[in-house]
């Protein structure tokens, strides 16, 4: 027969443990959209097949830390080239050279003392690189074109700030350089590829401002 004394540390026990394992569970991991340009017309490039080539490679250590990204940038630009350049005609070759697509963490300073006791300091900022170069090329008559295009965005965090933001963060900071990444590009090409840009393909519409990117969201699908 089981004593008082006993069955009130039996529920103790039961008790802490049930408060350890939600402790331990947290909140669910947020789930993001796949960055996607399906929607925007696409370029119409006069070559026969279009590669992406991605010379960047990830270091995979602090203080780069794109390889923890909900997407990757590399990734994304890749995602990009297949949505946007299409190869419609019978020679040539256009190559996408993804040459930078890093994020570092950079530690920033901290307020000292009492003061930063009651202080919530920015503790850490992201710097933001993608570099692409579009190159086009036929043999036939020789003809070659290139654009390039570097896109930088930062952005800082509080030191309070959770996982599920902080990842957030970095979605929104990807965003952010693919929009700027898009208009460029795009602008570029109209402006500079000539006879390997068709007669199908329309020039962008942008803004006074010189922004815009129109980048649409679709769900990830399941793993």
């Known amino acids: 027969m089981t004593t008082r004394p006993a069955l009130r540390s039996i529920l103790a026990g039961a008790a802490a443990l049930v408060l350890l394992a939600s402790c331990q569970s947290g909140p ?3 789930t993001f959209p796949e960055l996607s340009y399906a929607h925007l017309a696409p370029i119409q490039i006069n070559v026969a097949t279009v590669d992406v080539v991605r010379e960047y490679v990830s270091p995979g250590v602090k203080p780069n830390v794109e390889q923890l990204f909900p997407l990757l940038p ?10 946007r350049l299409r190869p ?9 050279v993804i040459k930078q697509a890093s994020v570092v963490e950079m530690p920033l300073p901290r307020t000292q003392g009492v003061r930063g006791a009651l202080t919530t300091d920015q503790s850490e900022r992201y710097d933001g690189v993608l570099e692409v170069t579009i190159e086009a090329s036929r043999r036939s008559d020789g003809r070659r074109a290139m654009v390039s295009s570097r896109a ?14 902080r990842e957030k963060v970095w979605f929104e900071l990807t965003e952010a350089l693919m929009n700027d990444l898009n208009a460029s590009l795009e602008r570029q090409i109209y402006d500079n590829f000539g006879p390997f840009v068709t007669q199908g393909s ?10 815009g990117g129109g980048i649409r969201t679709e769900p990830l699908p399941s793993r």
């Open 202 to 211: 329309l020039p962008p519409v942008t803004s006074p401002q010189g922004g």
């Open 74 to 83: 590399a990734a994304v630009v890749e995602r990009w080239a297949r949505d």
């Open 152 to 165: 930088m965005r930062s952005r800082t965090v509080p030191e309070d700030i959770t996982l599920n933001d």
């Open 88 to 96: 419609v005609g019978a020679e040539g070759v256009a190559r996408v």
């Open 28 to 30: 669910p991991r947020p």
